[in-house]
């Protein structure tokens, strides 16, 4: 079975992960491991390594450089009656990664051979994900958790891209960073 693959700005979670999210989540929430949080700029998904890096090499079309950004409100992602994700939305800085985000993706896809991508773009990092056998109470005890994240005003500096898949182990970290280049 092949890997997922993605192209994503590293997030830097050193000092406001362990305080802001790591401190209490509830038991049926699974946090992201604080060096695999990511902005996914374009997720080509299951294809081989080459053509991976066919879509790492058009990672020259981000040219906004480096951005200073800032977290705004979080919210659960996918179907609203059992999202599979809790993620922290950009406020400052979110049209110019949106922007990058742009010049990428179809590309990126279409270099990787991949399915064109259907959904809106939306600058976000998500940091944890519910348990799969969570029921509909602790989905929403887990929204409400994550609502309250005292994240909002976070500033954060989005300096490199990097080309992911997933981790061999998955245990601790479920993605490992290919390779890393400036922005």
Same mark, same amino acid.
């Given at each position: 079975?092949?890997?997922?693959?993605? +192209?994503?700005?590293?997030?830097?979670?050193?000092?406001?992960?362990?305080?802001?999210?790591?401190?209490?989540?509830?038991?049926?929430?699974?946090?992201?491991?604080?060096?695999?949080?990511?902005?996914?700029?374009?997720?080509?998904?299951?294809?081989?390594?080459?053509?991976?890096?066919?879509?790492?090499?058009?990672?020259?079309?981000?040219?906004?450089?480096?951005?200073?950004?800032?977290?705004?409100?979080?919210?659960?992602?996918?179907?609203?009656?059992?999202?599979?994700?809790?993620?922290?939305?950009?406020?400052?800085?979110?049209?110019?990664?949106?922007?990058?985000?742009?010049?990428?993706?179809?590309?990126?896809?279409?270099?990787?051979?991949?399915?064109? &991508?259907?959904?809106? +773009?939306?600058?976000?990092?998500?940091?944890?994900?519910?348990?799969?056998?969570?029921?509909?109470?602790?989905?929403?005890?887990?929204?409400?958790?994550?609502?309250?994240?005292?994240?909002?005003? +976070?500033?954060?500096?989005?300096? &490199?891209?990097?080309?992911?898949?997933?981790?061999?182990?998955?245990?601790?970290?479920?993605?490992?960073?290919?390779?890393?280049?400036?922005?």
């Amino acid at each position: 079975m092949e890997a997922n693959w993605f +192209i994503a700005l590293p997030v830097p979670a050193a000092e406001w992960f362990e305080a802001c999210v790591a401190a209490h989540p509830p038991p049926h929430v699974r946090l992201f491991h604080p060096e695999d949080l990511h902005l996914t700029v374009s997720f080509v998904g299951r294809v081989g390594e080459t053509a991976a890096r066919r879509a790492w090499e058009l990672r020259g079309l981000w040219s906004g450089g480096p951005v200073r950004a800032e977290f705004g409100e979080v919210i659960g992602m996918g179907p609203p009656e059992r999202f599979s994700a809790l993620s922290a939305l950009l406020e400052r800085g979110r049209e110019a990664v949106e922007a990058g985000m742009t010049a990428c993706r179809d590309p990126m896809l279409s270099a990787a051979s991949a399915p064109p &991508e259907r959904r809106a +773009i939306k600058a976000h990092v998500t940091l944890a994900r519910p348990r799969r056998d969570a029921t509909q109470s602790q989905h929403s005890a887990a929204l409400a958790w994550a609502m309250h994240l005292p994240l909002r005003g +976070i500033e954060i500096e989005l300096a &490199e891209i990097a080309l992911y898949t997933w981790d061999e182990e998955r245990r601790g970290r479920q993605f490992r960073t290919m390779e890393r280049a400036p922005l």
